[in-house]
């Protein structure tokens, strides 16, 4: 107590609120067909109906562009490293962009044809690709997002992935769309979004109903999911403002509604790429 007077009051601050990350449950418009032989590693809508889809597994993995409709390859490559396991891929103006796992070897293709025109060197891993419209944008199973120079694939700029100061690991397939990075997160049914300046997680996307619904027909139809047939594969349809998901092996890729994700007419309108 002061001399000559009253103990002050003390008040105790109340502790700050904790701030939740929404989760968010998407809205299915749409199913289409699905290659069940596809090990999914990276999908990206090309407009006109197509989308191009690149797939995993070594000896089977490869790049083709396919008709959302029927889920039919219109054309498709194989990897070009036989032995190579096969990721991420994303296409940038006349070029796709095809990583691989654990080989440090990105290849590039003609859009067109899907005919081999290069190849870049990395150090680490690839999981998941996709561009900015000016950069490249690379997973590596870590938490962290590369952007990468298109004509050197050389790294421009990493941001850190963050969920309430956690880091989020194992970011696999990405797409960008206004400003964000959707990121497959490896063996879960979450979709992360992504600030794409600061690398916090702005929303969780929960597809846990997709993932219960393509595993009932996967085993009524005798042909179970296994336990890495994980949801991976994320696109965006600008002129509709809808997102393309599916995952590995799956029957079924669906369309949905994802609050914040707008029609985009600026970005619709881009033909796919004809041979």
Not at 74 to 102: D, I, K, N, R
């Amino acid at each position: 107590m002061a001399a000559g007077g009253p103990a002050a009051a003390q008040t105790t601050p109340a502790p700050a609120a904790q701030t939740v990350t929404p989760i968010i449950v998407p809205v299915v418009t749409a199913r289409y067909p699905h290659d069940r032989a596809a090990f999914t590693e990276g999908l990206q809508y090309l407009g006109s109906g197509r989308y191009v889809e690149s797939t995993g597994e070594t000896g089977r993995s490869g790049v083709r562009r396919t008709d959302l409709k029927t889920g039919k390859p219109e054309v498709q490559v194989a990897t070009p490293l036989a032995t190579a396991f096969g990721e991420g891929v994303t296409v940038l103006g006349s070029t796709a962009y095809h990583l691989t796992w654990q080989d440090g070897l990105a290849f590039t293709f003609d859009a067109a044809t899907l005919k081999e025109t290069g190849r870049f060197r990395y150090s680490g891993e690839g999981w998941g690709l996709t561009h900015d419209g000016k950069n490249l944008i690379m997973s590596n199973g870590t938490s962290a997002l590369v952007w990468r120079d298109p004509k050197t694939f050389r790294s421009v700029r990493t941001v850190r992935v963050t969920d309430q100061g956690q880091a989020v690991k194992n970011l696999n397939e990405l797409e960008y769309v206004q400003g964000s990075v959707y990121a497959n997160v490896w063996l879960t049914d979450r979709i992360a979004r992504i600030d794409a300046q600061t690398g916090k997680v702005t929303a969780w996307i929960d597809v846990s109903a997709l993932t219960r619904e393509v595993s009932r027909e996967a085993a009524q139809a005798g042909r179970p999911l296994t336990f890495d047939d994980v949801p991976n594969g994320i696109a965006f349809v600008p002129e509709r403002g809808t997102l393309l998901l599916t995952g590995k092996r799956w029957g079924t890729l669906f369309e949905v509604k994802v609050p914040g994700v707008k029609v985009d007419p600026g970005v619709g309108g881009r033909a796919a790429p004809r041979r």
